[in-house]
């Protein structure tokens, strides 16, 4: 039987359809196929995201239980279980003695834990222009800077809108590019104070390439010349905390706190932390101030900004199951045996 040309090409036509069709239908196989495996992948890691927020406040709960146990001490040391210390008084035959803040197993991972007492910081919110004023001075500030960063601080906080003489006020941010208001609020996010007039960020992290560079010139004194390149002992980071209850721990704040309190001195931050340290060491605010100050010394108005208690803790939990981690920050506050938990969020 002969077949006909047109019934050839009817034939190979209907073969092309069919070969355009299966194409089709195997990539959109292939694109259904990979859309469920992202489905799956998105659903694993959903899943994930969940054990190791759990696991992270897990491990919260458990700084919330240290710190309540230990919340019926008259005072808070970085000698104390909390601090990672190895005890101090009575609680070295407590409950806790023996644990460990490092790898304890929640679900199918585990969890680290490390904790800062925000009373060893000063409280931005909370600083009067007193103890701003000398935060500034021994850090190493001018003396134009030490008014600016003071009064705008302030004037940042604090409603209203008349600025310091100083200061800054919406009217001023309004006019900077870009442009923004003030807070006339307490601060929440110690970022926030490189928004605010005259402060650096040199003079908020205590960074500069001065500091780095082998042949600059030392510094005399405090503060720096005109035209000199700013070098700070520190930053204004390294001091400050938007939490806390106001007044500092003489038994867990660092040298550079300490130095920041009016009235002491190089010479009385180093008497007292070796009273602090001593043995046995003194637990007493009196008795801490009498070793900082010399005999017959007026302490000023300096037992209006310290206490030996901690209130305030920032609890950093480590999250970890198999190789993977997530970090987690919790803002909590103790008060005796009592701890609650203000806010927690991931932080990696």
Known sequence: MRISPAKRNHGAFAVIIALIAVTVLTMMAGAFAYAMKIETKLAANTNDDEQFYWIGRGGVERACWWLALEGNQPFSSKQQYWAGGPGEGPETNGPLAGESLSGFPIGEGTVSLSMTELESKININRADEQLLKQVLTVQGADAG????????????????????????????????????????????????????????????????????????????????????????????????????????????????????????????????????????????????????????????????????????????????????????TAIVCRSGANVTVFSFYRTK
Request: include cysteine; hydrophobic fraction near 40%.
């Open 145 to 328: 800077e030490i008014s600016v960063v003071t009064d705008s601080i302030l004037d940042w906080i604090q409603p209203g809108d008349f600025a310091r003489t100083a200061g800054a006020k919406s009217d001023y941010y309004l006019g900077l590019t870009p442009s923004y208001y003030a807070k006339d609020a307490p601060i929440d996010n110690l970022d926030e104070l490189q928004l605010i007039k005259g402060v650096t960020r040199d003079l908020y992290t205590g960074e500069s390439s001065a500091a780095n560079n082998p042949f600059a010139r030392h510094q005399l004194g405090f503060g720096h010349a005109p035209g000199q390149e700013a070098i700070y002992a520190f930053g204004l980071r390294d001091v400050f905390t938007p939490f806390s209850l106001g007044k500092i721990n003489l038994l867990t704040a660092d040298d550079k706190v300490l130095q920041c309190l009016p009235g002491l001195d190089t010479a009385g931050v180093q008497a007292l932390e070796t009273a602090r340290e001593s043995d046995p060491p003194i637990r007493n605010i009196a008795q801490l101030l009498a070793a900082a100050f010399p005999p017959g010394a007026p302490t000023g108005q300096i037992g209006n900004y310290v206490t030996v208690q901690g209130s305030t803790y920032e609890v950093h939990a480590t999250a970890t199951i198999g190789q993977l981690s997530h970090e987690y």
